[in-house]
C-alpha cells in the first residue's frame, strides 16, 4: 500500500493516505464523534477529516487504510513520568509489603537515595536501554506524545545524562518527548540540612547550564513537608522564568502547603497530583489556567485513601489530566489506558472525563494544546485505530490492549501482536 521508509523497518510505512471505514473522535469527546468517517494524511500532516461521503474528489485517487470500523482517537498523551532512571525498587517494595516501616528501608540503603544512586552510576547507554523498555508498552497502548523529567540525578551531569537520554528516545521512537527539569525533587544526601544551599545550586548552576544546552522545555518542583518549601520552590520558579520557561508542580500530595495556589500565581501549566487541594487552591487554579494532573497509580501504590477533590475541581471548572506517573518508588506504571480505569474507579471520573484527561487537558498540561491531544487539520498525524464497539472501553477494559495501530509523527506503528511487541 504505501513504501516503507528509510528506517529499515519494513513493518513502520507512511501513514499518507484515506484511512476510510472509521468513526472518528477528532476531540475524544463522545457527544462530538463523526460516524462512517474518513481522515487524509498528506506529507505526515493531517489535511482533512470528517464523514466519508463528503471526501473531497481531490482525496479519491490517494492510497486507501482500510481501517475496518475501528474508533479513532487522537493519540494519547501521557503528561507527568519519570521515565529515566537507573534500576529500579522492586525489593523495597517487598519490605514495605512485609511490615519494615520508611526509616528502616532508608537505613537499608532504600528511599530515593538508592534511585539517585544507581542513576548517577548508569552511563548514557543503560539508561536509555532500561527507560526504552518501559516506553514500550507506553506507545503500545497509542502514547504519541510524553512528558519526561529528570530528578533522579541531584548533580549537573546525572541530571543532564536523563534529559539527553529522553531527547533520544523521542527521537529513536518518533515520540514527541517534552522534557521536564526537576533539580527540585529531593535534597542529595550530600546536602543533608542545607536545602537552601541546594537550591542554590539548582536555581543558579544547573537550571541555566541545562538550558543554555536546549535540554529543558519545562520547569517542575516537589514543594511538600518531605521536599521542598514554598520559599524555595517559588525560588526555582523565578529561576526559570529568568530562562523563559514555564513552570509546573507536585503539589499537595501529602499535605496541603498552598503550592497549588503559588503555582497558578507563576501561571504554572500543572499542578499534579493534589489529594489534600482545598477550593482557595482549586479557585487560583482556575483563575490561572493551569491543569490539575490526577496520579491515580501513585493514589494506589501507596494506597492512600484521601481523595482529591474532583468535586472541587469540576466546580471551578479546572481541566482534569491523567497520567501514569510513571516512577520507580510509588507509581511503576507503564500502562496509560489503566491509569484511565483507575481514575474512574477509585476517583469517579466519567468516561468524556477520562478520554479528555489523556488527549486534550494532558496536551495543555505540556504547553502544547496547539500540537497534540485533537485531531485537526494541518497537524501532526498522531492518532490511534482501536478495535472496539464504543469509546468507553479504553475505560473499561484493563489488563487488555486494543490499539489496533498507532501512527506517530506520520508513520505506521502496527499493533503489539503484529511485531513482536514492539513499539
Not at 101 to 123: H, L, Q
Not at 230 to 254: D, I, N, P, S, Y
Not at 278 to 291: C, Q
Amino acid at each position: 500500500m504505501n513504501a516503507p521508509l528509510a528506517s529499515g523497518r519494513p513493518d513502520i510505512q507512511s501513514a499518507d493516505g484515506v484511512w476510510h471505514r472509521c468513526h472518528l473522535l477528532p476531540d475524544a469527546d463522545p457527544d462530538h464523534a463523526v460516524r462512517d468517517a474518513a481522515l487524509v494524511v498528506e506529507q505526515g500532516r493531517i489535511a482533512w477529516l470528517g464523514a466519508e461521503a463528503e471526501l473531497p474528489a481531490d482525496y479519491r485517487s490517494l492510497p486507501r487504510h482500510d481501517a475496518g470500523g475501528a474508533w479513532v482517537t487522537p493519540g494519547l498523551v501521557d503528561c507527568h513520568t519519570h521515565l529515566v532512571y537507573g534500576g529500579q525498587r522492586a525489593d523495597e517494595f517487598a519490605m514495605r509489603l512485609a511490615g519494615a516501616s520508611y526509616e528502616e528501608i532508608a537505613r537499608a540503603g532504600g528511599g530515593i537515595v538508592s534511585s539517585v544512586r544507581a542513576t548517577r552510576a548508569a552511563d548514557e547507554d543503560t539508561l536509555f536501554a532500561q527507560a526504552a523498555a518501559r516506553l514500550a508498552p507506553l506507545l503500545a497502548e497509542g502514547v504519541t506524545a510524553i512528558e519526561i523529567k529528570s530528578g533522579y540525578g541531584l548533580e549537573l551531569e546525572a541530571e543532564r545524562r536523563q534529559l539527553r537520554v529522553a531527547r533520544r528516545l523521542g527521537e529513536a521512537f518518533g515520540v514527541s518527548v517534552h522534557t521536564t527539569f526537576l533539580g527540585a525533587h529531593a535534597l542529595p544526601p550530600e546536602y543533608a540540612g542545607r536545602a537552601d544551599d541546594y537550591i542554590d545550586l539548582v536555581c543558579n548552576t544547573m537550571l541555566p547550564a541545562l538550558a543554555e544546552e536546549g535540554l529543558v522545555d519545562a520547569v517542575d518542583a516537589f514543594c511538600e513537608s518531605v521536599g521542598f518549601s514554598l520559599a524555595q520552590t517559588e525560588r526555582v520558579f523565578e529561576a526559570a522564568a529568568r530562562h523563559g520557561l514555564r513552570v509546573k508542580l507536585h503539589a499537595e500530595q501529602l499535605s496541603n502547603l498552598g503550592g497549588a495556589a503559588l503555582a497558578a500565581r507563576h501561571h504554572a501549566l500543572s499542578a499534579d497530583h493534589l489529594e489534600h487541594l482545598d477550593e482557595a487552591g482549586a479557585a487560583a487554579m482556575a483563575a490561572a489556567g493551569t491543569v490539575a494532573v490526577l496520579l491515580p497509580g501513585a493514589y494506589y501504590f501507596l494506597r492512600d485513601t484521601n481523595l482529591p477533590p474532583i468535586a472541587l475541581l469540576r466546580q471551578h471548572g479546572v481541566p482534569m489530566a491523567i497520567s501514569t506517573d510513571h516512577n520507580p518508588g510509588t507509581s511503576p506504571v507503564t500502562s496509560l489506558l489503566l491509569m484511565m480505569n483507575m481514575a474512574c474507579t477509585l476517583f469517579r471520573l466519567t468516561v468524556p472525563e477520562a478520554l479528555a484527561g489523556v488527549t486534550t487537558h494532558a496536551a495543555r498540561a505540556l504547553g502544547a494544546a496547539d500540537r497534540h491531544g485533537k485531531l485537526a487539520v494541518g497537524r501532526t498525524a498522531d492518532f490511534v485505530l482501536w478495535r472496539v464497539e464504543s469509546p468507553a472501553e479504553l475505560a473499561y477494559w484493563f489488563g487488555r490492549n486494543p490499539a489496533a495501530v498507532v501512527v506517530r509523527q506520520g508513520r505506521i506503528h502496527p499493533a503489539p501482536s503484529q511485531h513482536g511487541g514492539r513499539a
